[in-house]
């Protein structure tokens, strides 16, 4: 029977470690390195990294307590001020700023306090996304400090390695270093300017996860969970609550409530036209309304609301009025950002609206030959009209596909037209 508890308690720990480091890692992170500065980002870490590593050992001994989170905070205090105490570093360069005298570190304040908790990883996705430091570092950052995804998680989500995602990020904090970034809200005037770079990185990151190559769908799924609770962080605070985050919320919940649907459990992707509409998920559906509601006050338009407003009709059903409002909305959303995969999207729904020669001929200009999509979706035109461009726009994209996911789909197009 002792051992049947003890095996119990082994899995429940086993559980909820891994749990309560991606909760409560980036928490005390922030925190931390709002107190010490980011030029020493990788001290707070260590802390952190040490704390969870002492819950391991000790929970394993003496079982889990009460309140695993209380008991995390306590100890990451008591070895943020052992830490302070004992290193002469800190003692000479940064002790002084944080209290008037080293006597006083002992009893210093280290606020987790929900509000500061908050504030910090507020503050401190205004300091990874800094214009200095590039997108694809500032999504690795992210997932590392504010989502509190491990190397091999991060690897996995960008099909790198280890050693590749360690220097980018070792890079990353160099240059938090080098420039001097600090953990604070930005001033009035170049608030918009940041927070415009802080929402890309949140689109891109959630992108990360809806698109990604990784064949690892816990990952995917994770990267878009962790990208929405981020946005809904903005939401929260005052001072970024814009419209333009209530349409990418809105946008993301659109596309989250498909996302069952979508992915097969081994990783491959399911076309629109072929998804178990049952497995969409309602809840989310409606939350993605309610937020689109709420982007809509004021005059802003951005690319974020009209991207809403195209994930809102794909989560419609049936609607007579479905396929034409959307090839509207790509229309205006290429007169406010052109890109040439929305430009390919759009003959996609030029083609649902009744015009699919037409849609070939718009498809067809923007050649896109290098790109396996743009290939596939000529493939998907002609299959009612050429079978033998199908296949060979078919054969062409099944050449040029980056997964072995996509090979899978493309193939099986093949087979039905053969």
Known sequence: ?????????????????????????????????????????????????????????TWGKKGI???????????????????????QLFNDKIALEIKNSASELTEMDIDLTDKNISDSQLQMMFAICH????????????????????IDEIADAFLANKETINKRLFRAKEKLREEKIKMEFPENQEMEKRLESVVTTL??????GYYSASQNVTIRKDLC??????????????????????????????????FDARIRINGETVLYEEQDINLWDTGLIQRGEYYLNKAAIGNELSKYHLEAAIAYWHTQKSDEAKWNNILQ??????????????????????????????????????????????????????????????????????????????????????????
């Open 1 to 57: 029977m002792v051992q049947i508890r003890d095996c119990f308690y082994m899995k429940e720990q086993e559980q909820l470690i891994p749990h309560l480091f991606r909760t409560e890692f980036r928490k005390i992170v922030s925190v931390l390195s709002k107190l010490f500065g980011l030029q020493y980002i990788e001290v707070a870490e260590d802390i952190v990294s040490d704390t969870f590593l002492l819950a391991a050992e």
């Open 65 to 87: 307590p009460e309140n695993p989170t209380a008991w995390l905070y306590v100890v990451a205090k008591n070895k943020t001020k052992d830490y302070l105490k004992r290193n």
């Open 131 to 150: 214009p200095s430091i590039p997108k694809e570092a500032q999504i690795g950052l992210s997932l590392r400090i504010l989502c509190g995804f491990g």
């Open 203 to 208: 689109y891109l990151l959630f992108n990360e």
């Open 225 to 258: 969970i962790e990208a929405m609770r981020l946005t809904v962080l903005l939401l929260d605070n005052t001072l970024t609550n814009k419209s333009s985050i209530n349409a990418l919320l809105s946008l993301m919940c659109f596309h989250a409530s498909r």
């Open 329 to 418: 909305l790509y229309n205006k959303l290429l007169q406010i950002e052109y890109s040439p995969m929305a430009a390919l999207n759009r003959t996609y729904a030029l083609a649902k609206a009744g015009s699919p020669m037409k849609a070939i001929i718009e498809a067809e200009k923007l050649d896109l030959t290098e790109n396996h999509l743009y290939h596939s979706l000529l493939g998907q035109l002609y299959s009612d009209i050429n079978k033998d461009k199908a296949i060979a726009h078919f054969k062409t994209a099944l050449i040029k596909a980056r997964t072995e996911s996509d090979r899978s789909v493309i193939q099986a197009k093949i087979d039905r037209l053969i």
